[in-house]
């Protein structure tokens, strides 16, 4: 009976880490992090008021650097963000926030978020004319979207369709095909034209033979008299 406890008790401590590891990964993999700042934080494109909020990575297998900010519960998704690889020597045990230097009277500039654990994190890219005044402050090479590793991390845009006037659509929409020509109405037609010239040359044909054989009676008749 000791015996059959023992296994007990050690089959449901190996079955223990199955699990809870699962758990563990399905967090790791977007890195939802809940973050809250007593003061307002800049990120790119817009400043963050003093509250708590959730950093994720977008669910994305091909890009691992797209940053999504949502409110405290997840319910209102704030903004989307660009980021770059970024790389510390030793992971740490709790999340790590970087910031950059700002005038006195903005807030400070959030430049990179480490997840628990991890030696990689996202570094996020600011619009040019932001990151140079960063860069000048920081004394720092401050991403931006013209930098070449940001153009690597940006997905491809899909074309968008460009609108159609009525008389472009006009223009490019199919001409429908005249029909063939039927050749009885061709020969028809073609008879009709040859026969024309004739039915119309007649009455002028008549009046110059009359007055031909009149002007030859009048010669004969005086021709006659002399």
Do not use: C
């Not at 307002?40 to 669910?59: I, Q, S």
């Not at 006195?104 to 140079?132: H, I, N, S």
């Not at 199919?174 to 008879?191: C, D, E, F, K, L």
């Amino acid at each position: 009976m000791r015996m059959l406890r023992k296994l007990t008790v050690l089959f449901g401590l190996a079955l223990l880490p199955a699990t809870y590891f699962p758990l563990a990964h399905a967090d790791e993999w977007d890195k939802a992090t809940k973050v809250t700042f007593s003061e307002p934080v800049e990120v790119p494109g817009r400043v963050l008021p003093a509250g708590t909020y959730t950093f994720k990575l977008l669910d994305s297998a091909s890009n691992r650097h797209i940053v999504q900010i949502f409110n405290e519960d997840r319910s209102a998704l704030i903004t989307t963000i660009m980021a770059i690889p970024n790389e510390r020597l030793e992971p740490a045990g709790k999340t790590i926030l970087t910031y950059d230097e700002r005038p006195r009277d903005q807030p400070m500039a959030l430049a990179a978020w480490f997840y628990p654990g991890d030696t990689f994190g996202q570094e996020f890219v600011y619009p040019k004319a932001e990151a140079e005044l960063l860069s000048r402050l920081n004394r720092r090479e401050v991403p931006s979207m013209e930098s070449e590793e940001a153009r690597n991390q940006t997905p491809a845009a899909e074309p968008s369709p460009q609108p159609t006037s009525a008389r472009t659509a006009a223009n490019q929409a199919p001409r429908a095909a005249s029909p063939a020509p039927n050749p009885a109405n061709t020969q028809v037609a073609a008879r009709q034209e040859a026969e024309l010239p004739h039915t119309s040359s007649v009455l002028p044909l008549l009046a110059l033979i009359g007055l031909s054989l009149l002007g030859v009676a009048v010669v004969l008749r005086m021709a006659m008299r002399t």
